[in-house]
């Protein structure tokens, strides 16, 4: 397996508050039982991705599962989003008790529901 596709890198990622407030401002939200989720077309040849993550959602260990989980939601289904997209998803503590199966059908569900409008 090349190990270059499981690597989560910069040009993919949303790093500063800039962006976030940027998504937040224009961007459209989605929420459902487990996170909300924004997306922004980002205008740049491919989709990048934002988490945040409280401590009121849990401890490090918690919000790092929590992190890990929705980078590899990304991961595969990053190349399908068309237009690309900036894509924010803001956890809560429902997230945290949830498996990694619900999440990806609820980020893929929210998706396709962008998607379609």
Known sequence: MDKRNLVFTKSERILKRKQYLEIYAKGKRF????????????????SRL?????????????????????????HG????????????VNATRNTARADYWSLEE???KELKSWEKK
């Not at 459902?32 to 989720?37: E, V």
């Open 106 to 108: 609820e980020f893929l």
């Open 31 to 46: 929420r459902n039982r487990l996170f909300y989720i924004y997306f922004l077309e980002n205008g740049l040849e491919h």
């Open 50 to 74: 934002g988490l945040t993550v409280s401590r009121k959602v849990g401890g490090a260990v918690v919000q790092n599962r929590i992190k890990r989980r929705f980078r590899e939601i990304f």
């Open 77 to 88: 289904s990053h190349r399908d989003i068309n237009p690309p997209l900036d894509i924010v």
